[in-house]
């Protein structure tokens, strides 16, 4: 077992919470010696957590347009 295990599921967090845990891997990543097993279980939550932020952005962005009304013109 490994720290991710008791971590909430990717899906369930907001992009500010997906954002802090991503910086905070980021952190210990570059500060701390892990063995290689638990780098790269952090690693692999930091890139799920990176595309979970990448896709609530683009979410964002295409309700902006819609409420903006580009996404009315194509």
Do not use: F, W
Request: glycine share 4%; proline share 4%.
């Amino acid at each position: 077992m490994n720290d991710t295990d008791t971590l909430p599921p990717i899906e369930e967090l907001s992009y500010e919470q997906a954002l802090q845990e991503l910086e905070s891997i980021v952190a210990a990543l570059e500060s701390d010696d892990h063995p290689l097993e638990k780098a790269i279980a952090l690693y692999e939550r930091g890139q799920a957590l990176a595309q979970h932020c990448t896709d609530l952005l683009d979410k964002a962005e295409l309700k902006v347009q819609q409420l903006s009304g580009d996404g009315l013109e194509a």
